[in-house]
């Protein structure tokens, strides 16, 4: 079973070279002397490494205002380190076990200033650096630079709409197998193996809430018997072509009850109202609202426990955030989910997720399985 989607054009140098310029422009306009970048999210889409192992040795790229971005990386990475992609547009300098990688770090940026610090950053590492720049003073990138990543340019749109169509693939072939009589992890285990069918590198997540668990929004699948009359939450994603997928459904296992078709009916109206806010200019928090109210107006308002949407790239959880008080506006080639959702303790839960990009007109899915309450076996 595969896909037959085309892969994108590998990114290239100077693809890379003109995303750190693009960093390095966006920190000087918010009047920070630069960015320092640990591994994860922010250094993949800066550079395009992404070591193959975490470990306590410093990994870190120093991308100061009108200097030269250099990568300083153990020795015994150099060669992995060299063979990124975007390792062409900077430098490279190496350091080895017994020597101090902070005293590399510390010529490279200025005594003085403020300094953005991807969220990724080990403290062990970020207070070794505030010891060797005393004068300087650190930020954390999402609150210094929240949009660095949040605005997707075609190519970007391309790989998040890959992974979404993946997703969705997968979701129509997870409503064929069975439920009933199998454990949560089962089919946490079915998920996963239809998202890498599907062309998913990575997978992040397979939560399968069944019953009481629905109502947990983050459960982790375990070893509860799936029954005849659960409701099912299936939220799943992972990276395709180096970009998240992130969906959610909610199937029944037989005919669903009244009650369970109208808290449904509920989520997948909210789900709506959240989608139709989208628009250039709007706020995030709107999209919230929009959502929000409609579950409060059917008295469930209290059951809806958390943000309607984040943001999704590189990683499956980054701004911007759909959340009251987020005040940021939407802007064309923003990606991010919608999705409410409604969680009675101990009973059961639904949510509905898609994935959507902000487009001149208004909101773009780009996750469309059905969004109605399947019946699954």
């Known amino acids: ?19 750190m310029e693009r960093a390095a422009l966006a920190a000087s306009s918010a009047g920070l002397a630069g960015l320092l970048v640990a591994p994860g999210p922010d250094l993949v889409w800066l550079t395009g490494y992404r070591p193959s192992a975490m470990t306590e040795r410093l990994t870190l790229l120093v991308l100061p205002v009108g200097g030269q971005p250099v990568l ?29 990688p902070y005293g590399i770090v510390s010529p ?14 080990w403290a062990l590492h970020l207070l070794a650096l505030q010891g060797e720049l005393s004068r300087a003073r650190f930020e954390a990138v999402t609150t210094a630079l929240p949009m ?16 979404g169509a993946a997703a969705d693939a997968a979701y129509e072939e997870i409503k064929k197998v069975a439920f009933a009589g199998r454990r949560e992890v089962d089919v946490a285990v079915d998920l996963a193996r239809l998202l890498r069918e599907f062309g998913h590198e990575q997978v992040n997540f397979t939560v399968v809430g069944s019953g009481p668990n629905g109502a947990d929004p983050h459960h982790e699948a375990d070893d509860r018997v799936i029954e005849q009359g659960d409701t099912v939450v299936l939220d799943f994603g992972g990276l395709k072509y180096g970009y998240g997928s992130d969906t959610t459904r909610t199937v029944h296992v037989g005919v669903p009850s009244a009650e369970v078709q109208r ?28 959502a929000r109210r409609v579950i409060e107006a059917a008295g469930l308002g209290e059951y809806f426990i958390h943000r309607t949407g984040h943001g999704i790239g590189t990683t499956t959880h980054e701004p911007p955030y759909m959340v009251e008080g987020e ?43 059905d969004h109605g309450l399947a019946v699954v076996e």
Request: overall charge negative.
């Open 263 to 290: 808290v449904h009916a509920v989520v997948r109206e909210a789900q709506q109202a959240g989608f139709d806010a989208v628009r250039p200019g709007v706020s995030c928090q709107e999209v919230d609202r929009a």
């Open 72 to 100: 300083v990386v153990p020795k015994l990475e150099r060669a992995d380190a060299a063979k990124a992609a975007g390792a062409p547009a900077l430098e490279l300098r190496d350091w080895t076990d017994g020597t101090d």
């Open 108 to 121: 490279l940026v200025s005594a003085a200033g403020t300094f953005a610090v991807s969220d990724s950053t």
């Open 148 to 163: 660095l990543r949040a605005v997707k340019d075609d190519a970007e749109l391309a790989r998040v709409t890959a992974a």
């Open 1 to 19: 079973m595969t896909q037959s989607v085309a892969a994108p054009t590998p990114f290239t140098a100077d693809d890379y070279r003109a995303r």
């Open 327 to 369: 005040e940021q506006q939407l802007v064309p080639g923003m990606c991010f989910s919608v999705e409410p959702g409604v969680y009675l303790p101990g009973r059961f839960g639904v949510r509905i997720e898609d994935i959507v990009t902000v487009t001149q007109e208004g909101g773009l899915r780009l996750n469309n399985s």
